[in-house]
């Protein structure tokens, strides 16, 4: 992005009526140019919105992220340079360089650092930050050529790769990983001295628009795949099975079909983060169990569920697929080596991502996975991410159970126990995840940024419920969460969102019926709004109201429906 | 209005979208109450990265009008190149 189109930008996004989201830059330096670039970035991302993007004082870097704190922020960017960790780093500095002086700087730089870690866990409890670590090359104090490393660069770089280190365990601190940035923007190409000098800001434009689109995918909502298919042959291994036998087929350096092992030691790896993978293979179901048994695999086979193997359509493997994970085709991604079974999937799920597994390319097949990579890549991996695929299994067993018991299961039947939470756990990001990520079971849509949630829960009488699940078949973990206000006698629910997971179980019933226990309310008001997808949730309330929602409805207690038996299930309540 | 004295207006009303196109060959630091040093700084930005080329330091003093950037690029080696200029 040129300077000029950013300016474009910024000033037709000044025309847009809908509320601002206010972003702070807290830097040492000027920041200037970054300061459009980034507006014109996040004016992007958040389409409806106008983008007000302030700054602190010159030269005070921690200042500024404690100003940050205390600032009414969504966002809070801070781009770090060495001479935050030390102004004698600066090319302002007319501090003399000396070996003293670079023992002394070393030690300075260590002081500030903590006290910029500190600013910076502190501020993260309420928003959410993006923090680059230095990107300028250091100056030329120390006595070595530029292509050897000597003690005093790589004792700064220890300093803050640690400081970078530290701070990315706050689930709400992200920080840019620098090889992406070396990918964006070369290093000779990012330090401009005269701009530096002349108005205090470091950056040539290509570097800061290169930083600003770089913060710009740190604070972005993105949606991250939910579950990968993959075919077998010639893609999760190389060979034929039908023909090359159980033991023909190979993913090893013998065979030169290593790049196959990589691919599936990546599916493991996603699996330990909770995607969910499955096999879709035009194959002998028999074949096929006794490959995945090999003990060789690279990729536990217990981590694949469900494995569709057949000699129907691909599409018909993919739906029940689906099906069994009860989730849309949107949030997966099937990967083939034959592009004819890629167009066959894609013309019946349109929104599926396809990508085509390239064999005999190891080059093309790292590109690939990193790509991949990038489609399902998260900030953290949450407790219900491990228990993601027992979760799945158990609801499979629980229709099976159900389509057998001739008068269905009821929750003693199942060993059901609810755990419905009041308490405000700052340091829990599950709620938030669930709420901005849920869109069947969902009160309106609406998501939130780290910051309007503190805003939301620190609010005089606003409550949180966040229900957890387990029953005979296993732990679903902390499956609902309902947010509101309890106003005297009147309860308004701005926000009620339950996994898809959790369906069938009656979860939404004991959620509320905890509720009107807890809050004893006359009036119930609901802040619902229709959206393409909530048409679970719209059922449910239709069932209680006893009539279709309207946005903003509100219920007089009485004529709340709620079956006696069904909100019996045994129950733990936690107070905050 | 030539190629240049084009690009150049279409500067000034990036960094200052409030000026009318046709006060634009007016404008200096004198006359416009949005041209700051923040303003100044930008302006130099755009038009550097618009016309790839790199302002002096000692001549910054003197770029503080429409008329005056306009002279500084028309002089400018990356345009006369030794050639005929403009």
Redesign the interface.
């Known amino acids: 992005m040129k300077l000029v189109d950013a300016l474009r930008t910024v000033k037709a996004m000044q025309q847009r009526e809908g509320s601002a989201l206010r972003c702070g830059v807290a830097s040492g330096f000027n920041p200037l140019h970054l300061k459009a670039f980034l507006a014109a970035e996040l004016s992007e991302v958040f389409a409806a919105q106008r983008i007000e993007v302030s700054d602190g004082l010159y030269g005070d870097l921690a200042g500024n992220i404690e100003r940050l704190e205390s600032g009414d922020f969504d966002y809070g960017f801070v781009p770090i340079e060495w001479p935050d960790l030390d102004p004698r780093l600066g090319l302002r500095s007319t501090a003399r360089w000396s070996g003293n002086e670079l023992a002394d700087i070393l030690v300075t730089a260590k002081a500030r650092t903590l006290r910029i870690q500190e600013a910076l866990d502190r501020a993260s409890r309420n928003l959410t930050l993006a923090v680059s670590l230095p990107t300028l090359p250091l100056p030329p104090a120390a006595c070595t050529p530029r292509w050897q490393a000597g003690s005093f660069q790589l004792g700064l770089r220890a300093i803050v790769q640690s400081l970078g280190c530290s701070v990315s365990q706050s689930g709400r601190l992200r920080v840019l990983n620098s090889e992406w940035l070396d990918l964006e923007s070369p290093l000779r190409d990012r330090h401009d001295p005269e701009s530096e000098l002349l108005a205090g800001f470091p950056y040539r434009l290509s570097h800061a628009a290169a930083l600003a689109a770089s913060f710009r995918r740190l604070v972005e909502r993105r949606s991250p795949k939910k579950g990968l298919i993959t075919d077998l042959d010639e893609t999760l291994w190389k060979g034929i099975l039908g023909e090359d036998g159980v033991h023909g087929v190979s993913w090893d350096l013998e065979h030169r079909s290593q790049a196959h092992a990589f691919y599936q030691r990546f599916l493991g790896a996603l699996a330990g983060e909770g995607v969910l993978i499955a096999v879709a293979s035009r194959n002998d179901p028999a074949l096929v169990q006794q490959a995945l048994g090999r003990d060789d695999l690279a990729v536990d086979p217990d981590r694949i569920f469900p494995v569709e193997a057949n000699w129907k359509d691909k599409s018909g493997s993919v739906e029940r697929i689906l099906q069994v994970w009860n989730i849309g085709a949107d949030a997966v991604v099937f990967v083939d080596d034959n592009p004819r079974e890629l167009a066959e999937v894609k013309a019946v799920f349109p929104a599926i991502e396809c990508v085509q597994f390239p064999p005999g390319d190891t080059a093309a097949v790292c590109d690939m996975i990193l790509d991949l990579r990038d489609r399902f890549g998260k900030s953290a991996v949450m407790e219900e991410d491990a228990i993601r695929l027992t979760s799945i299994r158990s609801s499979n067993l629980l229709a099976e159970s159900k389509s057998m018991a001739a008068g269905g299961l009821t929750p003693e039947d199942l060993g059901a126990e609810i755990v419905c939470d009041f308490s405000k756990p700052g340091a829990d990001a599950r709620p938030l995840e669930l709420v901005n990520k849920t869109n069947q079971f969902n009160l309106n849509g609406r998501r939130y940024t780290d910051a309007e949630w503190s805003r939301l829960l620190s609010a005089p009488d606003s409550f949180l419920l966040t229900a957890s699940y387990r029953d005979k078949f296993g732990p679903l973990g902390k499956v609902a969460v309902l947010a509101g206000v309890a106003e005297g006698r009147r309860l308004t629910i701005h926000t009620w969102v339950m996994s898809c997971r959790a369906f069938a179980r009656h979860i939404e019933y004991r959620c509320m019926a905890e509720l009107l226990a807890r809050f004893d309310p006359a009036e119930v008001a609901f802040d619902y709004a229709n959206t393409e997808r909530n048409g679970p949730l719209r059922d449910f309330l239709t069932e209680i109201l006893g009539e279709f929602p309207s946005p903003g409805y509100s219920a007089v207690r009485g004529n709340l429906r709620l079956p006696a038996e069904i909100v019996a299930t045994p129950q733990e309540t936690v107070y905050g | 209005m030539d190629d240049v004295e084009q690009r150049l207006t ?2 000034f009303l ?2 200052f ?1 409030d000026l009318d196109r046709n006060a634009v060959s007016a404008a200096s630091s004198q006359t416009l109450p949005a041209w700051d040093s ?1 303003a100044g ?2 302006l130099l ?2 038009v550097e ?2 016309f790839g080329i ?1 302002m002096e ?1 000692d001549d ?1 003093a003197a770029l503080n009008s429409f008329d005056g950037i306009l002279s500084y690029l028309r002089q400018s080696p990356a345009f006369t190149g030794g050639g005929p200029g403009f």
Do not use: S
């Open positions: 279409d500067c990036a960094v979208p923040v700084v930008t930005a755009v990265e618009e790199a330091g910054l």
